[in-house]
C-alpha cells in the first residue's frame, strides 16, 4: 500500500516539475538531419535554404491544443527576429490534407514556412513523443535545443536568443 502511495506522489511531483528544455541534455548539441519537405501548395522546401539562418522547426498539428497556444509566440518571434537572421519553420503532422492546414494558417496569421510532414522528417528527428516538438538549430546546422510540449512564449524567446545571439568571447 505505501509503495502505491509513493508511486502516486512521485508521478504527481514529476508532473508538476517545471518542463526542462531538453537542449540541456546530455548529447547536444548534433547536427540537423537534412531534409526535403512540400509546403501547402506543393512546393518544395529544403533544409538547404536556411543555411545560415537559426531555424525553430516546430511540429505540430491543428488538433493540437498545446500547439495551436503557442503559435501566435513563433508568429512574434518571425517577426521580431527574422531580420536577425531568425527562420521558424512549423512542420505539421495532419494527415487530412493540406486544405485545413491552410485555412489553419489564415485563421492564426502564420507568417512563417508551413511544410506537410512526412514519416522520414519524424524519424529523422526522432524520438517525437507528441506535440509540439520544437528544436532550434544554429547557424551551423547543429541542434541547440530541444523541447517537448508548450512552454511559455518569454522563455523560448530567451533559448531563441541564446543561439540567435550567443554572448561574445
Not at 508532473?15 to 531534409?35: D, I, K, Q, R
Not at 538549430?137 to 550567443?166: H, Q, S, T, W, Y
Amino acid at each position: 500500500m505505501k509503495s502505491g502511495i509513493f508511486r502516486l506522489a512521485a508521478a504527481v511531483l514529476l508532473s508538476l516539475a517545471p518542463a526542462v528544455p531538453m537542449g540541456a541534455a546530455p548529447g547536444l548539441p548534433v547536427p540537423a538531419a537534412p531534409w526535403k519537405l512540400k509546403d501547402v501548395d506543393g512546393r518544395p522546401v529544403t533544409s538547404d535554404q536556411f543555411k545560415g539562418k537559426v531555424v525553430v522547426l516546430d511540429f505540430w498539428a491543428t488538433w493540437c491544443a498545446p500547439c495551436k497556444t503557442e503559435i501566435p509566440g513563433y508568429v512574434a518571434l518571425q517577426k521580431k527576429y527574422g531580420a536577425d537572421g531568425l527562420v521558424v519553420v512549423g512542420v505539421s503532422m495532419d494527415t487530412g490534407g493540406t486544405a485545413d492546414v491552410r485555412q489553419f494558417i489564415k485563421d492564426f496569421g502564420i507568417n512563417y514556412t508551413v511544410v506537410i510532414g512526412d514519416d522520414t522528417i519524424v524519424s529523422a528527428f526522432a524520438p517525437i513523443d507528441g506535440y509540439p516538438t520544437t528544436f532550434i538549430i544554429d547557424r551551423d546546422g547543429l541542434i541547440r535545443n530541444k523541447k517537448l510540449g508548450k512552454r511559455p512564449a518569454a522563455d523560448f524567446e530567451k533559448d531563441v536568443l541564446a543561439v540567435l545571439r550567443p554572448p561574445a568571447s
